[in-house]
Structure formats: C-alpha cells, structure tokens
C-alpha cells in the first residue's frame, strides 16, 4: 500500500495524486461517508440540544436562541477535529475508506478542514446542484469546495 501522508520534504510529487486508480468510486464514497457524517453529527446534536434546553432555563429563555446556531456549533468542530486531525478524514470517510489530501503536498490543518465544510454548505444553499455536478467534469472528480481550496478526496486503500 502506497502511503501518501504528507511529506515533509522536498521531494515530494505531485503527480503522485495524478494515479486514475486513486479516484475510482470517490465520488459513490463521498456520498456514504456524507450520510454517515451527517447522521454523527445529529446524533452529536442530541446532548448539545440538552446543554441548550438547561442553559434556556438558567438564563429565563435568553439561552434557547443558541438552537437556532446548534448545527454549525456541532458540525465545525466536528469536521475540524476529524478531517483536520491525523486521519485527514471524518469517521464517515473512515469507513468508506477515503481521505482528504492536498495537492501542494501539505497536511490538511483543521482551518482548511472547516472551510472545506463551510464553503460545501455554502454552496450548496445557493448553487445545488452545480455543486455536485463539478465532479463529472473534473479528472480527480473533485468538487467545487475542493477546486478552491487545492484539495482533493482519494481512496485510502490503493
């Protein structure tokens, strides 16, 4: 298995993210490991929801507006940790066994890994399904939060 963490010195190549068997079923892998994410991050919700309810009655209601900001309080940390952290992927790239690369061959920190998140939520709420549809036309099927940060998703296991 050929590892490509990050290398720490200059010989690292680019080209090496140029490897067709790299991308083959990304873009399916991608989806699950959406789904899974997404699930996590509800599922995470649930306990944040309480702390709310409580500081709510602690603060005479004042508190129950943090619901209207919970899903970004949750999810930031949540994909700045994961896909920012030693992996370079969230738990749901994890089982579809994906990660998150960069093409100048650094890691991905987690101010990179929050922007990924940000700029695809983001995108998504204004150009749908233009977003998606940039990984039929692109050879490394990134999309468009990848094309603009100079990342790429890749098969973990090849």
Known sequence: MTDFTAPRTR???PRSLDQPRL???VR???MVSFLID???VLLLMIPAAIVVFFLGILSFGLGWSLYAIL???VAIPYVGFTMGGSHQATPGMRFANV???RLD???VDPAIAVLHGVIFWAANAVLTPFVLLVALFTPRKQ???DLLLGTVVVRNDR
């Open 11 to 13: 010989e690292y190549d």
């Open 38 to 40: 997404y699930t996590i």
């Open 105 to 107: 061959g650094e890691r």
């Open 23 to 25: 991308y083959s079923g």
């Open 28 to 30: 399916t892998r991608r």
């Open 143 to 145: 999309l468009l939060q």
């Open 99 to 101: 990660r998150v690369a």
């Open 71 to 73: 899903f970004p309080v």
